[in-house]
Nanobody
């Protein structure tokens, strides 16, 4: 069992930065691939980024590539999402998710554990 708690969301102006954190409990974190997804009002969950168990392989949605960076610290059971050059269209609730295997994935259905989400609002 893995429990996930996101933090770091907030209100920021366009062009600004935020760093989201996702603290995980459970002994299996270091072997689990992690992902970040987001959901804007009235829209479906959207894949943002994923990272494998060791942090050596990452993948990003085209919409955030070059602006966002996913990373993890297995010693701290935490995964991060550094978001730079934020745009109003990045406004959404951001969720972290964990798989039960070590390989990252872009599909929401591949993840077994989810956090409650943290709101990110980017003003123009």
């Amino acid at each position: 069992q893995v429990q996930l708690v996101e933090s770091g969301g907030g209100l920021v102006q366009a062009g600004g930065s935020l760093r989201l954190s996702c603290a995980a409990s459970g002994r299996t974190f270091s072997s689990a691939a992690m992902g970040w997804f987001r959901q804007a009002p009235g829209k479906e969950h959207e894949f943002v980024a994923t990272i494998n168990w060791s942090g050596s392989i990452t993948s990003y949605a085209d919409s955030v590539k070059g602006r966002f960076t996913i990373s993890r610290d297995n010693a701290k059971n935490t995964v991060y999402l550094q978001m730079n050059s934020l745009k109003p269209e990045d406004t959404a609730v951001y969720f972290c998710a964990a798989r039960s295997v070590g390989t990252g994935h872009i599909r929401q259905t591949a993840y077994h554990y989810w956090g409650q989400g943290t709101q990110v609002t980017v003003s123009s």
